[in-house]
């Protein structure tokens, strides 16, 4: 019997025409970009995976309150929806809205690191990294070793590696650390899930030496149905639940809601304690706004309360990680390799085992992305040795542990024959993998060079 994908549980009211270029138009535009995806224009791009981030569909309804928004500069309306919004799915009574995720980090993370050394996490998002640094602390990961197999399964290889966080605190001093982040999904590690028991043993390790506990929720609702399907206790509980108890006892939390929120910008900050949410209302003034619009127009703040309501709803998250398990079904026929489990929000290709011949100097996951482009228009990123740079000490290359092409879905954006090309394009490039060239850097700025470095293929 033929296994059944969950479809879109929604119909097309308004569309969006692509453009399709032919294979020589791609050669010269990709060309013409020095071989960066990042300097493609996205009208050349047929199918976009660069990111999922901002790039969801609203629905109708939320496109009805962009239209009912208040804009009122105090006490809108729209902000009334959110705070009731919000408070339902996390259960935390304070909640500060701001314009995006860094945003949320900008504001709050200075305030938990003040007179601290050290954030520790399962792993930091780039730009919470950034924050922790900007604080005068150090960001230390502490993932589970499970999440640098990328072959072997593991049901929650985003989680906490506890033991290590135990001696790692007792190392470092409890009183130099200031914050303990639970990142769920784990983005870095590739959209993977943590567990309700992981979070809990987290938060009364961190709880136990007296540092406050934090989760990073830009895609809660995507943990949250991981959850449903893989922690036997949670089987017949609802996201809605599941996420009560992922935020149990949570100090704190910060939000891209451009992720889970299926907004096209917005952030979030929440808390537990008044006195926080004091600290965090002054620093939102003086950076985002007044604490009752936070950086967001009305419009913005309507669309955002409703898509937190959508983004947890069980049809919907059904069918956004079947995509995800579409394409790796198909993925697995063509025996292409990738990060296994398949995660929440993007398929990481193992551009390392699919193009073996090319060293990492060479920029694997950079040469299969544009080969991605290349064979159908589609439009990956490098998470590997480009993005990764070099070493800030001797200016040579540094090797990454990965070399991951990642294709990112966006959130109700996509068919499943959209994800048909998006397999057949790889199978294409398996065929011919033996031929495809790496790539060297021709010029590239200090720091963050994969946004705007320029290659060239190498002969
Ligand atoms: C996207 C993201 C952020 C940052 O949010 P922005 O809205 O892009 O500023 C922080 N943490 C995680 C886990 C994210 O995925």
Known sequence: ??????????????????????????????????????????????????????????????????????ESYAGAESYYALQKSAQDIFSLPYIQLVHQGRAAEKVLLPILLEGKKYAIANMH????????????????????????????????????????????????????VGVVIMTITNNSAGGQPVSVENIRQTRDIAHKHGIKFMIDAARCAENAYFIKQREESYKNSSIKEIL?????????????????????????????????????????????????????SGRDIEALARGLQEGIDENYLRYRIGQMEYLAARLDEAEIPYQRPVGGHAVFVDAKKLLPHIPYYRFPAQALAIELYLEAGIRACDIGSFLLGNDPDTGKQLESDFEFTRLAIPRRVYTQSHLDVIADALINIKERAGAIKGYEIVEEPPILRHFTAKLRPVE
């Open 125 to 176: 998002f780039d730009t919470t990294r950034a924050h922790v640094e900007l604080a005068g602390a150090r960001a230390i990961d502490c993932v589970v070793k499970e999440a640098l197999d990328t072959a072997s399964y593991c049901d929650f290889k985003g989680n906490m590696d506890c033991e290590r966080l135990e001696s790692l605190i007792k190392e470092l001093g409890a009183e130099n």
């Open 1 to 70: 019997m033929k296994q059944i994908y969950y479809p879109e549980p929604f119909r097309i009211k308004s569309v969006e025409p692509l453009k399709i270029l032919s294979r020589k138009e791609r050669e010269e535009k990709i060309a013409a970009a020095n071989y960066n995806v990042f300097s493609l224009a996205a009208r050349d791009v047929y199918i976009d995976l660069l990111t999922d981030s901002g790039t969801g569909a609203m629905s109708s309804d939320q496109w009805a309150g962009v239209m009912v928004g208040d």
């Open 244 to 296: 009560h108890a992922c935020f149990e006892g949570v100090d704190c939390f910060t939000m891209s809601a451009k992720k889970d929120a299926i907004v096209n910008m917005g952030g979030l900050i929440g808390c537990r304690d008044k006195a926080l949410f004091e600290a965090v209302k002054q620093r939102t003034i003086s950076f985002e706004g007044f604490v009752t619009y936070g950086g967001m």
